[in-house]
């Protein structure tokens, strides 16, 4: 699957432009890992684009990503991806078993984290952007209380990489496409 056919499902399915700037982070987090690792780039892409592509129409944990698979399975999308969409999702009970479903588990609720404390440092950037910021922030519970910070724990060790060091690639992995995500900062 090309990134422009999934790219046009998340601009049918999600108008939140929000959702469609975490899709784009989630993305580039998982194509630095891939490259990392020497594995697909456009396929784990992919995987990061449609990772999410139901929340709106499906906002809810008895739907989302399950019947989100079912669209994915109409529009002949691989069962690979499917199932790396499927397995993020701790509640679905497919388990993680590829390094691309561990990267995409370990990406989604950090990039979330990073763009909450790009957003609000004086430079609203991810230029500046580095690991001690954001472990600043992650001390207080009450800052992005949303972001999951024992699965973003776990993520970071089911894919067999330190914590910090983890929060440091997907902020290098994000700084490259910093305008999409409306972090590219004040100047």
Same mark, same amino acid.
């Given at each position: 699957?090309?990134?422009?056919?999934? &790219?046009?499902?998340?601009?049918?399915?999600?108008?939140?432009?929000?959702l469609?700037?975490?899709?784009?982070?989630?993305?580039?987090?998982?194509?630095?890992?891939a490259?990392?690792?020497?594995?697909d780039?456009?396929?784990?892409g992919?995987?990061?684009?449609?990772?999410?592509?139901?929340w709106? $129409?499906?906002p809810?944990?008895?739907?989302?990503?399950?019947?989100? +698979? +079912?669209? &994915?399975?109409?529009?002949?999308?691989p069962?690979?991806?499917?199932?790396?969409?499927?397995?993020?999702?701790?509640?679905? #009970?497919?388990?993680r078993?590829?390094?691309?479903?561990?990267?995409?588990?370990?990406?989604?609720? &950090?990039?979330g984290?990073i763009t909450?404390v !790009?957003?609000?440092?004086?430079?609203r950037?991810?230029?500046?952007?580095?690991?001690p910021?954001v472990? =600043?922030? %992650?001390?207080? =519970?009450?800052?992005?209380?949303? !972001?999951?910070?024992?699965? $973003?724990?776990?993520?970071?060790?089911?894919?067999?990489?330190?914590? %910090?060091?983890?929060?440091?690639?997907? $902020?290098? !992995?994000?700084?490259? $496409?910093?305008?999409d995500?409306? &972090?590219? #900062?004040?100047a």
């Amino acid at each position: 699957m090309k990134r422009e056919e999934a &790219l046009a499902i998340v601009r049918e399915f999600i108008k939140n432009e929000n959702l469609v700037r975490h899709t784009l982070a989630v993305e580039a987090a998982m194509r630095f890992y891939a490259g990392k690792y020497g594995e697909d780039e456009e396929l784990w892409g992919v995987v990061g684009l449609l990772h999410d592509f139901d929340w709106e $129409i499906h906002p809810d944990l008895e739907r989302h990503p399950q019947a989100g +698979a +079912a669209i &994915l399975r109409q529009r002949g999308v691989p069962e690979e991806i499917i199932r790396a969409v499927l397995s993020h999702a701790d509640h679905t #009970g497919v388990p993680r078993e590829s390094r691309m479903e561990k990267a995409l588990f370990a990406c989604d609720e &950090l990039t979330g984290l990073i763009t909450a404390v !790009a957003l609000v440092r004086p430079s609203r950037s991810l230029a500046d952007l580095t690991a001690p910021s954001v472990k =600043k922030k %992650w001390k207080d =519970k009450g800052f992005a209380a949303g !972001a999951k910070r024992e699965e $973003i724990e776990r993520g970071a060790q089911e894919l067999g990489v330190d914590l %910090w060091e983890h929060v440091d690639n997907v $902020i290098l !992995a994000m700084r490259p $496409i910093s305008a999409d995500l409306g &972090l590219q #900062g004040n100047a």
